[in-house]
């Protein structure tokens, strides 16, 4: 089992999510309507939608929100979103995966590699970039599960393959094949987890300078704020006194 990485706090600035929260609870939507047309509308019986459920109470989604998404997907009338990712390079060659659920392919194409170009990036082809990652499970716990000991104890009997902790929580790493049954038997140990997704966790982290990791923060904030893309992944590891000044 591995120690800390520092790429997820790049992908866990919570005080911009709080600035964008009807934009976060849109896309939170987008992830509840595709998983309740993929299977049944109850949460019981439909996996995918009890983690899109449990993943948008954790960012405090209002339940009539929660409510209305699964009522709207199980209509007639309900939009088909397509799920696609996007590969390139930022500046400095790091790698970045974006993933997307559209409509619209041609817009979100054309979005996307305009915020690449507009960053100093360039898109790549499909697979470009994605053999530099691992596609893997993640588990999120708050600290008030337990100590790292604990956390790690629990991960291990539960078949997972790596747990990192840092002062905002436990995170919990498996195999993608795996999530149910990892998630199932720490929920049994640790009670319900904060979120229980599939990421693109990085084999090796690249370290920035201030210069790089600015012009880097500034594409990756742009395609977060794409309404159609719904997770930003890169490679960089931004030093923790390069990191406070940017925080400033």
Known sequence: MAGHS????????????????????????REITVATKAGLPDPTM????????????????????IDRAIKKASGADAETYDQVRYEGYGPGGIAVIVEALTD?????????????????GALG????????????????????AGDADKVMEAAIEAGADDVETDE??????????????VSKALEAQ??????VKAIWRPQ??????????????KMTD??????????????????????AKLSA
């Open 125 to 144: 082809e499909t697979g470009s970039v994605s053999f530099s990652f691992d596609h893997v499970g993640e588990i999120v716990y708050p600290l008030s």
């Open 168 to 181: 905002e929580g436990h995170y919990v790493y498996c195999a993608f094949e795996s999530i149910n049954e």
């Open 204 to 217: 090796n982290s690249i370290p920035v300078d201030e210069e790089r990791a600015q012009s880097l923060m």
């Open 6 to 29: 520092q790429f997820k706090n790049i992908m866990h600035r919570k005080g911009k999510q709080d600035g964008i929260r009807s934009k976060m609870f849109s896309k939170l939507a």
């Open 46 to 65: 439909n996996a995918a939608l009890r983690l899109a459920i449990q993943n948008a109470k954790a960012q405090s989604m209002p339940k009539d929100n």
């Open 222 to 243: 742009s395609l977060e704020d794409d309404d159609d893309v719904q997770n930003v992944y890169t490679n960089m590891d931004i030093p923790e006194d390069v990191m």
């Open 190 to 195: 640790l009670g319900e987890a904060s979120t």
């Open 104 to 120: 619209n392919r041609n817009r979100t194409a054309s979005n996307v590699r305009s915020i690449f170009t507009k960053g100093g």
